[in-house]
């Protein structure tokens, strides 16, 4: 075993030791004690029902977890990355279907592996707790629109970056890095009109006191609004939430069903006002152009390592190749977007406080957002009180709790 090896696996152990505390830690905060100021959405036996949900999803996870990283390391020291490299190369096609075969089946085995905890998660925990509202039809027919987009549009995409890694020399990482910044931008336009229909229905918000009332909301606030839609939520979960896609006329505001249904006209004008409040907060370019930025690191290092010999064997690859390389490289950068993770969550949650701020100012009603986020607490049985290493590993939004109090701090409510 050689030292990138070695950091490789030090690196998998850590990660899964350093969750394992968190959850441990988090589980620790469980109390019977309702927080106060919530009794008005939760009573006793809908608080004990949360703290259940959070028991056993975590405690699946670490099945689940375990059971990945087993699987992962009998790969990787049966030497299963070169056995299935071998056999792919024997078909005699070129380096970049060669790659696309050798990666498919990688995904293809992990995606059947995961199949069953997907399943008990939805069809076994979800309906334990009352969320799930997915059929086996649905389950399914999600499943192959699923695997056809990722051929679809991810095999293309793919295929340009192993052949820029192939053929183009020192300058494929900016190639790729063009490449997929673009890609991405095009997505961002046909995500909301295309893709996402595929798999939800969105319903214009129909004329009534809720769309005069977010309308009006708008114009206050000089946010042009035009496609302002509602979900289809409940055709999978009883869970409710709200969001913003899109970029110029293809910019839309959804709202699920079930929040329609949970919330009152007010809050729910409240809830818009926080999406609104990441657009006019300019949330929504910052996080693309650091995504942007991110990709362009990972494509610059990429290119160091993906002829590195020590990488290969690592895994005992006795061929090296660059979609083997990507693989490798994937892990072996772990640690560093491990902690570009965390910096990247902070700065999600900063602008999480901005925009409940931006929306209580903006409506002159901090207390309609704060009724709103406890109701979504609620129905959602979040977490009331999680730990603060669990936080700053895993929360990209801050507890509710915490949104809470810095709204009435912000409002002096």
Known sequence: MNFIAVIILLTLI???ILDLAADILNLGMVKNELPKGFEDVYDTKRYAQS?????????????????????????????????????VRSFG??????????????VLCKSILDLPFGIYSTFVIEERFGFNKTTWKTYVTDMIKGIALSIIIGTPLLAAVLAFFEYAGDSAWLYCWIAVTLFSLILQFIAPTWIMPLFNKFTPLEEGELRNAIMDYARSVNFPLANL????????????????TGFGKNKRIA????????????????????????????????????????????????SFFISYQGLFDAFYMENMSVYAGLIFFGMLFSPID????????????????????FSAETTKDPESMISALKKLAAGNLSNLVPHPLYVFLHYSHPPMIERVRAIKETAKV
């Open 229 to 244: 839609f509602v979900m289809d939520g409940s055709k999978r979960s009883g869970k409710s939430n709200a969001f913003f």
């Open 93 to 106: 096609f070129g380096p970049v279907l060669t790659g696309l075969i050798y990666m498919g089946i990688l």
């Open 14 to 16: 850590i990660n899964f």
């Open 255 to 302: 709202l699920f069903d079930t929040l329609i249904e949970k919330h009152t006209v007010s809050e729910l004008v409240a809830v818009l006002a926080h999406e609104i409040g990441h657009y006019k907060k300019k949330h929504i370019l910052q996080t693309m152009i650091a995504g942007i930025i991110h990709m362009g690191v990972i494509f610059y290092l990429l």
């Open 338 to 357: 491990f902690f570009l993770g965390i910096l990247m969550q902070m700065w999600s949650r900063k602008n999480e406080y901005e925009a409940d701020r």
């Open 51 to 87: 703290q259940e949900y959070l028991k056993v999803n975590t405690r699946f996870g670490w099945i689940s977890t375990v059971f990945d990283l087993i699987v992962l390391l009998i790969f990787w020291f049966a030497k299963g990355f070169p056995i299935l490299d071998n056999w």
